[in-house]
């Protein structure tokens, strides 16, 4: 491992992916920053940050991306979309939209980076899921279960890459309210209505409305991240907010 490590981020245009690779920096890491459409200025400028263009939907964005990124030691997948609908509104075809990216993408990442991980015989790769793999709740059928999937893939990864040294964990944040997640996944939602079930999810759209139930904070997120990259005691399932950590204890 170089003297300053290098960690690649997915989905850092916004939310909790923007805010770990600012953290990042101010550790004094070397940040690649990914994401779809790069822009500069969301982060502060430094020698020790690149912004690259990373589609995880795109296996030629992927191989360019991890190519240009060079040797890193953590990768981080934390680009994610959202769907809360019932699932006989919702077309397969956003299906999948959100295993692409949720999934396969996460997948796809982790494929490309193993290889120096392993001959390099360090490295981490860090998955961002959702507390809500760990008490389910309605209208989440398909994004629950593309982030189950993830756990169930870290989980078992990580058995067959210890021989080598090399680490994979888990975030599981609850709810963040302060992120783009929800506007970014309401053009996907609004396409996602069924009539038959418009009273129950205005019913569910109420109750998450309720400001005092205890929620995730970004920092929460970051400072989870940040523990799964650095401290290889760290456990498995690390729960990121006040109510993914109460989820955890139930
Ligand atoms: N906020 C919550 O309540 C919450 C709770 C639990 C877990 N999470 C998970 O936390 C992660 C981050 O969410 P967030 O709250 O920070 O939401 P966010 O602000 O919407 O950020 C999601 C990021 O993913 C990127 N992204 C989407 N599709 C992509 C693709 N195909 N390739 C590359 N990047 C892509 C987005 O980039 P673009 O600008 O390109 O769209 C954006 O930067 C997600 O995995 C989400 O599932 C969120």
């Known amino acids: 491992m170089s003297a300053i490590s290098t960690v690649l981020i997915t989905g850092c245009s916004s939310g909790f992916g923007l805010e770990t690779a600012r953290f990042f920096l101010d550790k004094g890491w070397r940040v690649v920053a990914t994401m779809r459409t790069p822009r500069e200025g969301l982060l502060p400028s430094s020698e020790r940050l690149r912004l690259l263009a990373l589609d995880v939907t795109d296996a030629d964005s992927i191989r360019r991306c991890v190519e240009e990124a060079g040797p890193i030691d953590a990768l981080v997948n934390n680009a994610g979309v959202g769907l809360l609908a019932p699932l006989e509104g919702v077309a397969l ?7 692409e990216t949720n999934t396969f993408g996460t997948i796809a990442m982790t494929q490309a980076v193993l290889p120096q991980f392993r001959q390099r015989r360090a490295g981490v790769v860090v998955n961002v899921t959702s507390s809500v793999t760990l008490k389910s709740l309605p209208l989440l059928s398909v994004y629950t279960s593309s982030k189950a999937a993830v756990n169930a893939f870290t989980e078992s990864l990580a058995l067959e890459l210890a021989p080598f040294n090399v680490r994979a964990r888990l975030v599981l944040p609850g709810r963040a309210p302060s992120t783009s997640f929800g506007a970014n996944a309401r053009p996907r939602m609004a396409g996602s209505t069924h009539e038959a079930y418009a009273a129950f999810t205005q019913s569910v759209f109420a109750a998450l409305g309720d400001t005092a139930a205890p929620v995730t904070h970004t920092q929460d997120v970051v400072e989870a991240v940040w523990r ?23």
């Open 228 to 250: 799964a990259v650095t401290d290889p005691a760290a456990p498995m399932r690390i729960p990121a907010g006040a109510d993914a950590v109460a989820l955890s204890q139930a």
């Open 93 to 99: 075809s956003s299906v999948r939209e959100i295993f």
